[in-house]
């Protein structure tokens, strides 16, 4: 069926206007399909287990509760999907736990809605998106407890190509600030995963905001 390459939508936000809003221009686009709308965290888990639901747009403050409590309880039921914070504001301990937790991205509801489209394409094709620069003050304003265990020290070539990841850039952005080949960073982010133990971007940024933050 032509709906089965849609990418599905659940909108999650508190404010009424806002989320219908939202809804009714998300389903202009011809590669977007509204899966549902709701305004709390019990009701996205229940909408999330009875439908297919590939991108989360989850506002962080829902009034009588936290985008956290949809992000704790969500995995333990099986859901794979992408989710996309879409709040007001955070701080940076919230953004933290949130990237810890999993999310794809954080976008700012002041966004343009080219951009909101563009992220929400971009996070169910895998990648992660990140106001520019917001990654970065995550890692440098966060204070979370760290983990303590052995950790291998990072190279200058490695903070370096780090610090961009941080604030969004592709692999090719970076090669023309490092003034290096692409295939160099990808070396480098290869050698990053190797490190840590990770495989994806996503994972990368959460293991070194919870145990490489002191070596920034």
């Not at 809804?23 to 709701?38: S, T, V, Y």
């Not at 333990?76 to 736990?97: H, K, N, Q, Y």
């Not at 969004?168 to 970076?174: C, D, F, M, P, Y």
């Not at 990770?198 to 905001?209: E, F, G, Y």
């Amino acid at each position: 069926m032509e709906t089965d390459s849609r990418i599905r939508i659940l909108v999650v936000d508190d404010h009424t206007l806002f989320r219908e809003s939202v809804a009714r221009l998300l389903a202009a686009e011809p590669d977007f399909e509204i899966a549902g709308h709701c305004a709390s965290a019990d009701e996205a888990l229940r909408l999330i287990a009875e439908a297919r639901v590939d991108v989360v747009l989850l506002d962080y403050d829902l009034g009588d509760g936290k985008g956290t409590d949809f992000l704790a309880k969500a995995r333990t039921l099986g859901f794979t999907g992408r989710v996309l914070v879409v709040t007001a504001g955070v701080t940076e301990l919230e953004a933290a736990e949130m990237i810890r937790q999993g999310i794809a991205g954080i976008l700012r509801k002041h966004c343009s809605p080219a951009a909101l489209a563009q992220s929400i394409r971009d996070v169910s094709d895998g990648k992660d998106y990140f106001e520019p620069g917001y990654l970065r003050s995550v890692l440098v304003g966060a204070t979370a407890p760290q983990p303590e265990y052995q950790r291998k020290k990072l190279t200058e070539r490695e903070r370096q190509v780090l610090q961009y990841v941080f604030e969004g850039l592709a692999n090719k952005e970076i090669a023309d600030r490092l003034q290096v080949s692409e295939s160099s960073v990808k070396a480098t982010l290869q050698q990053l995963f190797t490190k840590t133990g990770v495989r994806t971007r996503s994972q990368l940024v959460r293991m070194v905001l919870e145990t490489y933050k002191d070596q920034f």
